[in-house]
């Protein structure tokens, strides 16, 4: 399923908030679902300034085993959250296959 983060996801996106990532917008729009988060973690890598993306949707962690799409989702909400709404922040899509992407169940709240 191609995911396209439009003009709109990006003027109603908050930095720093994965609820209301650009990306998590755009993901509630095609996937039909309000749980869903956009997040940047270093739980799987010993690198701080390497972060992996993940979604949360519905309870399950889905991280991307294609790298290019991380790449480019890791930067997006690496700059979206640093800059905010800039005229470096553009449009895009990506690629999401819940069967290919890597999920685990979430714990907690």
């Known amino acids: 399923m191609k995911i396209e983060v439009t003009q709109k ?21 095609h996937l039909k679902s ?3 988060k956009v997040c940047l973690s270093t739980e799987m890598t ?3 300034d390497n972060f992996v993306v993940y979604f949360e949707i519905d309870k ?3 991280y991307s085993n294609a790298f290019s799409a991380s790449t480019i989702i890791r930067q997006f909400v690496n700059d979206f959250d640093k800059w905010g709404l800039t005229e470096s922040i553009k449009p895009f899509n990506f690629d ?5 992407w890597h999920s685990t169940i979430t714990t907690g709240a």
Request: contains cysteine; negative net charge; hydrophobic residues 35%.
């Open 34 to 36: 309000d749980d869903i």
């Open 9 to 29: 996801d990006i003027d109603m996106g908050v930095p720093s908030n994965s609820c209301k990532c650009p990306i998590a917008i755009a993901l509630k729009r």
């Open 60 to 62: 399950l962690r889905y």
């Open 46 to 48: 010993d690198n701080l």
């Open 96 to 100: 999401f296959d819940s069967i290919k």
